[in-house]
């Protein structure tokens, strides 16, 4: 029942239920010295914070951030970092129902038959998108960390049901990720993605979509191939966010369907410094950060959770049913996924550079 | 510079360089009892073996495996398992060229960056695809492993240089996969796919392409959310496959454009038995198998090495030049990539099998 | 700057500072279903809890354990479970002057230099006892899993000051480890222990002392050789307990000036059971257990905090100085580490049975 | 069934059985641009290799190191360093006869439990001695890597069968440790201890002993408590050796019997360096090193392997019987155990310094 604990040198431990008494995580392998503070971490964490628009739920959830150890005087002290928000706003009592009708896209099943029956059903405990708060205050103190080397990690949403984003430049990425609640730098797509999210709203149904994230200013050389390359290690943090089903560096998918001599990136010099011509690698070659901008890109499926009725089982009386999903539902992840993407992605970053002896 | 090592229980070490002494794999963890042959092994990695046709490349490698350790009177002994293949056919000297002119779309240059300059650059050394007849040994005990619980693992060619196959049933898959030098088990695609990349060799080109894997006959409940959850370690593991540059479970990106009421799998009884009407999840929920079909597919680039020439930088001079990159190339990598990708899935299945005590 | 976790199914992870706002433990491997409440993990708490006699020091630490997730309705979910006890009675000001002047006999120094100046110094922050309550907390719930299988872990005082006990049965331990403030089931001893004891108190110094500890109807075979030993691995967790400065099994040092014949312990059959006419192993042949009593000694330090003036350097002013130790002081840390080794010994236990696969 | 890889940085993975094929390591992590032959390897193994005297035993095993990956154009390349030496001189015939009857003060009873049979039981198989033929391969490398901080690890025969060397200095560990067939730079000493030996060899039976180890020019503050500090990490390395039954640093168990005011170490300035005045600690103080000589006593027992009739039962027929143990046998493993704790000590050590970021 272990698996709760990633990274090597920056470890980060996932911990706390959805409708428990918190969620946090907590980090051992920070090095001593970098300055971090509530306000820091709260920084990131408003940004997933739901309750903040039509397009997401519109439950309420304070989550103040508390660090309850590793760090003295305003800086980490070396020691294991200890933070978490407590649970507030919780109404358990509708959960009862998927206790024995599980949820279609929802983990309730499998996880009732790998814990059998002792899980914290309420929320869905620990298969709830709440616990990525955890990775997002991981996230903060990475960023902290990845700043001393000039490191920037940005991510964005670059598609919502359909609606596609049109090329952005860093800056406008930068600038403008979290101007508008879908979380895309594109105006005019925002507007329409918003569009599309709230018609299924209205529908009581989900829609989908990509987040992109971008690395700057990565070492040449991060990655420990074969097993714990950049990507492998990107990737497997990536689809510990709940509802990603698929993963994509550089050209990804799309990279099948080229040819050797167009998709392979030809170096050249750029001002004496050895670049490429072309990023189609994405900034990762035999997985290794090439120096290059690191590009992923994340497929998030529509929300398991939907107003519409749908088909289950009565996994007791063993027979067919159906179910009106309890709670109060995300029409999409996808904007509040923008910041856990970012965290995520930061803390592998981090991890590796420690791991590189980049910084102490 | 660690990162060689996968697993939690079913750990798998690599080693070797593409033109150093050997190439092969540590396993620890691997159960005592289990029937255990050199032959066993050997039928996993003919099929990955080169020279076997023109869409591979013309290089033999004979590939004779060994098991120099943890096997007794024909059973695992519950000791670590090291296995290799000696390397023969092997001419160095072209390579002196790649150590000043990296290769585009190959890790040359970051490599030298991060180890220095002392890596083993001779046909890529850490970096060649050869290091995956190591996987393909591993792959084979673990199958061993999963066949005492029915779990079979197939993988076969969906698509190469963008010739998709059509829906194929779990039969043609087991029975036609290995069936043609594509890897194809729709044979009117596989022949377009044989044309495609003939086409592309004549060009001194390459094409890239998508492998399919199925597993069947899971338990439910394997991984560990919520960072080993079960497409997180797959995800980890298909990336440390050279070429990899994209990942997905079920619909996968696709998943990202259908609403909540399309992509979620209403749950049934099926003689008595909880299924699930549709299988968009892939048979993955919250990180846990479900119990139904797993499947993924993962894309890989075009081969990097093409005949044609190529832009690239002399690192010690610092001016531009061109490459021709040396040795005999795959056309495409997808068809050997097969049984690697069949290998890594097993592999890591066994792993979580192992982790939920399944075996002992 | 990793280091603070330990085990590989039973995973405890360490945090907290002896001044900072709470001291804890986070589990990440405990199978589902286990009963556990707050209460039980007091229990154990309690026994190493300071200000209970004149033979520990004075200061008064209510630690109240609160269980913060991982637990539901009672039992453990199979989710990390958080424990902590909130800090009190702190007052940090007069360890402002260790900043400076390090303690001999404590870490202050070498931390100093690792941490560079960044470590939380007060009270000792990571370096203090106190971490020892979080070891405690895991102990608690290692016990209660390893109780499944009848598996008791009894530690007590066999040596305090030079005063060693008698040969105890293994009743006289089980009954009376906690009878008296120095924790010997020996009574008579106890009062001469005793009285070493506040003999060094007067004197303003400490002694030091060795522990015993045994654990009872141990399945065979637990262990990982060649590393994972179950005596390196017991080992490795006694030497995290601060002030330990040996350890050994069965006959340990003993054992050095004994014969083989003298020393290995034959089988004998006892009502078809296969057992050792004698036990100088202490339970553990080539690293497994042999389902022979586990035992093993821990060799306790005088306590490092001592009321003497001692002679110490000024690291910043660099010359030589006096220092008289801040804080009330243990004059022995035996009594308190009793529950201790137990907890350790538990949670090394535990982990090995669940490698073993024996519970789930 | 895992366990055979031990360290973070420097990832030591044991292989082979005494009568296999072969016996060897795997080393993960070992930085690039290490000068390392099998020349440099060789001499390490020579010294632990048997048939040398009538202290050890008759044996001869020829035990040439062969480096098969890793190790490119005379340095080391940061990928991962196999090593092995082939097995030569085995007859397993008479092992037949444990299968059955196991031997006393040996695993082969608890081995025969945990693999269900299934382990290879000739020559003790994973549990023979001879598996530290693959420590001292890898504590050769870490030599290597120490050298470069300036960093040395001496050890020698401090006790036999009783017979203890007298206080030595550094200078004369350095150059006499290897000087006889004892291993023990006392020469005085070391002939009573032969004498013991022999005595004990004319009568069938065996002597154990007790190796001390010192390390030199130490870094400060190497160790990651709480968990990985340096001691813990020394004493999981060291009972992974066969026969060692007690681990102790600085005064070890003499300091349990000690005042405070006695055992602390007093910092003064020595021409303008922090020192202490005494090194009770070994060196290490809250599980990091401090600067000074790092000391650490392994008490072995002595050798299982008797000429002496000695009683057993049969496991299959269950009934107690007899057994002669097979095989030629070393009276004392202490002089051939004392490479091999230089070894353990240096690739532990070397590992830290790895995570402490002091080499690359």
Same mark, same amino acid.
């Given at each position: 029942?272990?698996?709760?604990?990633?990274?090597?040198?920056?470890?980060?431990?996932?911990?706390?239920?959805?409708?428990?008494?918190?969620?946090?995580?907590?980090?051992?392998?920070?090095?001593?010295?970098?300055?971090?503070?509530?306000?820091?971490?709260?920084?990131?964490?408003?940004?997933?914070?739901?309750?903040?628009?039509?397009?997401?739920?519109?439950?309420?959830?304070?989550?103040?951030?508390?660090?309850?150890?590793?760090?003295?005087?305003?800086?980490?002290?070396?020691?294991?970092?200890?933070?978490?928000?407590?649970?507030?706003?919780?109404?358990?009592?509708?959960?009862?129902?998927?206790?024995?009708?599980?949820?279609?896209?929802h983990?309730?099943?499998?996880?009732?038959?790998?814990?059998?029956?002792?899980?914290?059903?309420?929320?869905?405990?620990?298969f709830?998108?709440?616990?990525?708060?955890?990775?997002?205050?991981?996230?903060a103190?990475?960023?902290?960390?990845?700043?001393?080397?000039? @490191? !920037?990690?940005? #991510?964005?949403? $670059?598609? &919502? =049901?359909?609606?596609?984003?049109?090329?952005? *430049?860093? /800056?406008?990425?930068?600038?403008?990720?979290y101007?508008?609640?879908?979380?895309?730098?594109?105006f005019?797509?925002?507007?329409?993605?918003?569009?599309?999210?709230?018609?299924?709203?209205?529908?009581?149904?989900?829609?989908?979509?990509? @987040? !992109?994230?971008? #690395?700057?200013? $990565?070492? &040449? =050389?991060?990655?420990?191939?074969?097993?714990? *390359?950049? /990507?492998?290690?990107?990737?497997k943090?990536?689809?510990?966010?709940?509802?990603?089903?698929?993963?994509?560096?550089?050209?990804?998918?799309?990279?099948?369907?080229?040819?050797?001599?167009?998709?392979?990136?030809?170096?050249?010099?750029?001002e !004496?410094?050895?670049?490429?011509?072309s990023?189609?690698?994405?900034?990762?070659?035999?997985g290794? *950060?090439?120096?290059?901008?690191?590009?992923?890109?994340?497929?998030?499926?529509?929300?398991?959770?939907?107003?519409?009725?749908?088909?289950?089982?009565?996994?007791?009386e063993?027979?067919?049913?159906?179910?009106?999903?309890?709670?109060?539902?995300?029409?999409?992840?996808?904007?509040r996924?923008?910041?856990?993407?970012?965290?995520?992605?930061?803390?592998?970053?981090?991890?590796?550079?420690?791991?590189?002896?980049?910084?102490?």
């Amino acid at each position: 029942m272990t698996g709760n604990i990633i990274g090597e040198r920056f470890v980060v431990a996932s911990f706390g239920e959805s409708h428990g008494r918190c969620v946090g995580v907590l980090i051992d392998g920070c090095p001593p010295g970098i300055e971090l503070s509530e306000a820091d971490v709260q920084v990131e964490l408003d940004r997933r914070r739901p309750g903040q628009s039509l397009v997401t739920t519109t439950r309420t959830e304070e989550d103040r951030v508390e660090i309850l150890s590793g760090v003295f005087q305003g800086r980490t002290t070396g020691a294991p970092i200890l933070m978490l928000v407590w649970n507030k706003d919780v109404d358990s009592r509708p959960y009862e129902i998927i206790r024995n009708t599980p949820r279609p896209g929802h983990a309730d099943y499998p996880a009732y038959i790998k814990y059998r029956g002792f899980n914290d059903y309420r929320g869905g405990g620990r298969f709830s998108g709440r616990i990525t708060a955890g990775y997002v205050m991981a996230g903060a103190v990475a960023k902290k960390l990845l700043s001393k080397l000039g @490191v !920037e990690v940005l #991510a964005y949403s $670059l598609e &919502i =049901g359909g609606v596609r984003a049109r090329q952005l *430049s860093v /800056d406008e990425i930068r600038k403008h990720r979290y101007a508008n609640e879908v979380r895309c730098p594109d105006f005019e797509a925002a507007e329409k993605m918003k569009k599309v999210v709230l018609e299924a709203r209205k529908q009581g149904d989900s829609v989908g979509g990509i @987040v !992109e994230c971008i #690395a700057l200013n $990565l070492p &040449i =050389g991060l990655g420990e191939p074969v097993f714990d *390359s950049l /990507d492998s290690d990107l990737a497997k943090a990536l689809f510990s966010i709940p509802a990603v089903k698929g993963v994509e560096f550089g050209r990804g998918f799309e990279a099948a369907r080229l040819r050797g001599s167009e998709n392979n990136d030809p170096f050249i010099l750029v001002e !004496e410094k050895i670049k490429t011509a072309s990023n189609n690698s994405g900034g990762i070659l035999g997985g290794l *950060s090439t120096g290059e901008q690191l590009v992923t890109r994340i497929a998030f499926k529509p929300a398991s959770s939907i107003a519409k009725p749908q088909k289950t089982v009565d996994i007791v009386e063993k027979k067919e049913t159906e179910i009106v999903v309890p709670g109060r539902h995300d029409p999409t992840v996808v904007p509040r996924a923008v910041p856990v993407v970012e965290a995520v992605v930061a803390f592998v970053l981090a991890d590796h550079v420690l791991r590189a002896g980049l910084i102490h």
